[in-house]
């Protein structure tokens, strides 16, 4: 299926919409958390465009999304509520139903290009080495929906001294992507815990926060550019882990910022 098949949301009415979630998504347990979120967005776009809005003047800045339980593939139902539509900002909730039973609640935030200072003071974008490792799992399907190679020293289950992904990835549908692709792309990579971890754990996500740098709804790698990614959990206690991510474009620009919450153990 292309991409925008695996986003597809049909209309039931009144801010109601009903998405079916292919087994390609499935995760770990259950389907990954980043379709999830991205059939969200694209729904809550679906009612602003209805409105009047238009994602490519006011684009999709920052959205949290909490997961209540796991959802499975198969049918799932999308409910969303316009909380507040001002000048630059627009606020929405969102709500995923299946069988019955909120599976993830969300907040998103469109908002228009505004004036301000400009810097970036965060480490720079990591160079590729030599000798990457395409990421695969006989275990997980929705690793195989991204083309993602990993640093050859941050992999699955090699005890590494951080738990740590630097990852460069590319859609397979072509160099163009959107911002509902980039906010499944920020839960897409295995918990980072699992590069420090010798054996598998729990690390289901609890709650994840995307918030986008680019004032645009849709950006375009080239036909050899590739997205870098760096996710690091730098805590775990209590059998929860914090991790925070940072992706760039491949000119060194930061795109993305990323945070989850998840369990560790």
Do not use: C
């Amino acid at each position: 299926m292309m991409w925008s098949d695996d986003v597809s949301v049909e209309a039931l009415g009144e801010g109601r919409f009903r998405v079916r979630i292919g087994e390609a998504w499935n995760a770990l347990q259950g389907v990954n958390g980043g379709i999830v979120a991205a059939v969200a967005l694209v729904a809550v776009e679906t009612v602003l465009r209805s409105d009047g809005l238009d994602p490519a003047d006011s684009p999709l800045r920052a959205a949290t999304f909490g997961y209540v339980r796991g959802t499975t593939s198969g049918e799932l139902d999308v409910e969303v509520e316009v909380v507040r539509r001002g000048r630059g900002l627009t606020t929405t909730h969102v709500r995923t139903v299946q069988d019955g039973k909120t599976t993830v609640v969300g907040r998103l935030h469109h908002a228009t290009r505004r004036v301000g200072p400009e810097y970036h003071d965060g480490p720079a974008m990591p160079v590729r080495p030599a000798g990457t490792v395409r990421l695969h799992s006989e275990h997980a399907a929705h690793f195989s929906q991204v083309d993602t190679w990993l640093h050859p020293d941050r992999l699955p289950f090699g005890a590494a001294p951080l738990a740590e992904w630097i990852a460069w990835s590319r859609p397979w549908h072509g160099p163009t992507f959107d911002s509902a692709w980039l906010t499944m792309f920020g839960d897409y990579l295995p918990p980072a815990v699992f590069a420090r971890n010798r054996e598998p754990s729990r690390a289901v996500t609890v709650e994840y926060a995307i918030q986008i740098h680019g004032a645009a709804d849709r950006w375009t790698l080239g036909d050899d550019g590739w997205l870098t990614a760096r996710m690091v959990a730098f805590h775990s206690h209590d059998g929860f882990a914090v991790e925070d991510g940072s992706i760039w474009l491949p000119d060194g620009t930061l795109l993305a910022t990323t945070r989850q919450t998840r369990l560790a153990g």
